[in-house]
């Protein structure tokens, strides 16, 4: 039987999203501190959501709109309850309410030592996009770091 219950996330529940992402194997980076946290939350109150089982949160999805596409960033489900759906209701969810702020296209990035996570998104109809090259770029390096001890 199904008991997740999908909801918006709220600041109250930082602290387990933040251990929800060290156990299922999510760096957490300077972008994942609880100021940085509220700001994407700011920015997509109605696309940053977590999933309970019985009150307690099980998985996590940020869905962010920039007004042009949309992004997945760190997508968990915690190990214990893996592979009982809850990946894929979380992604639905978040899909539906793309569909709802008319959203063309969502892109999301997987780091190549979690190749395993591309067939569970290719099961959920993504694509592999062999045509782009991904870029980035770090404006301040005094801002950004990978890993960081929350
Ligand atoms: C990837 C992840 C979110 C999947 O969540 P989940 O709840 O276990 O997935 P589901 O049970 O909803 O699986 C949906 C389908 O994908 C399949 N699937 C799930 N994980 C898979 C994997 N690693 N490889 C291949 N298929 C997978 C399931 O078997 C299921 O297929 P079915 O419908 O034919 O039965 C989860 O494994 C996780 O949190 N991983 C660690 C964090 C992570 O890597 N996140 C992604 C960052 S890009």
Known sequence: MIKLKIELFTLRY?????????RSGIEVGSS?????????LKRNPDLFLIGKEDGKVVAVVIGAFDGRRGYVHH???????????????????LIERFCKEKVHKVHLFIEKHNKEVV????????????????????????LYKRDIDI
């Not at 997508?75 to 969810?93: F, R, S, T, V, W």
């Not at 067939?119 to 005094?142: A, G, H, Q």
Request: net charge negative.
């Open 14 to 22: 930082y602290h387990d999203i933040i251990d929800l992402w060290k």
């Open 32 to 40: 994942d501190t609880k100021d940085e946290i509220a700001k994407i």
């Open 75 to 93: 997508l968990a489900i915690d190990p214990n309850y893996q592979k009982k759906g809850y990946g894929k209701m979380m992604m639905d969810e």
């Open 119 to 142: 067939d569970f998104y290719k099961k959920l109809r993504w694509n592999i996009r062999e045509d782009l090259i991904m870029m980035s770029f770090v404006p301040d390096k005094c």
